[in-house]
């Protein structure tokens, strides 16, 4: 299995990140003068790439064009091809969310009243439930404190 990812910045991107690295003392070693040559060449670039993605794209291993401008929102289309291209080559789909958490063999706790809620009902659920069991650890150890400092009065 083949998973191919072109990682797509625009020319406005570009030219943002060479100057924040440039201004950067840790990072403007990292900037060359091939780097603003190679700009100058940012049309016949494009063009090879173009060539290069239909020329090399097949069925079996087709190139994901990501938008990268924006690092997280790349992260997340990387990961979520790479998910999606694992569960169908292995024809496996995974367990979506917390709300399918009684599925047997599942070990994850299940929080209160989930029933048949949606994943992200689900999840938000499970936020609030966590943070009630983080209330009650805190009871629970404020009394002991106390019953402590009593014990030692006595």
Request: charged letters at 40%; aromatic letters at 6%; glycine letters at 4%.
């Amino acid at each position: 299995m083949i998973i191919k990812f072109w990682l797509h910045i625009d020319r406005d991107e570009q030219l943002r990140r060479l100057q924040a690295r440039e201004a950067s003392p840790q990072l403007a070693w990292r900037v060359t003068e091939a780097d603003w040559h190679a700009r100058e060449k940012w049309d016949l670039y494009e063009a090879a790439v173009e060539e290069l993605l239909l020329e090399t794209s097949t069925l079996p291993a087709p190139w994901t064009i990501v938008e990268s401008n924006d690092p997280r929102w790349a992260q997340v289309k990387t990961l979520r091809t790479v998910v999606d291209t694992l569960a169908k080559e292995l024809k496996y789909t995974p367990n979506t969310g917390l709300a399918g958490a009684d599925q047997a063999g599942d070990k994850r706790r299940k929080p209160k009243g989930v029933g048949d809620a949606t994943p992200e009902e689900a999840t938000r659920m499970a936020k609030a439930d966590k943070q009630g069991d983080k209330k009650n650890k805190r009871d629970k150890k404020d009394k002991k404190d106390k019953k402590d400092k009593k014990d030692k009065k006595s």
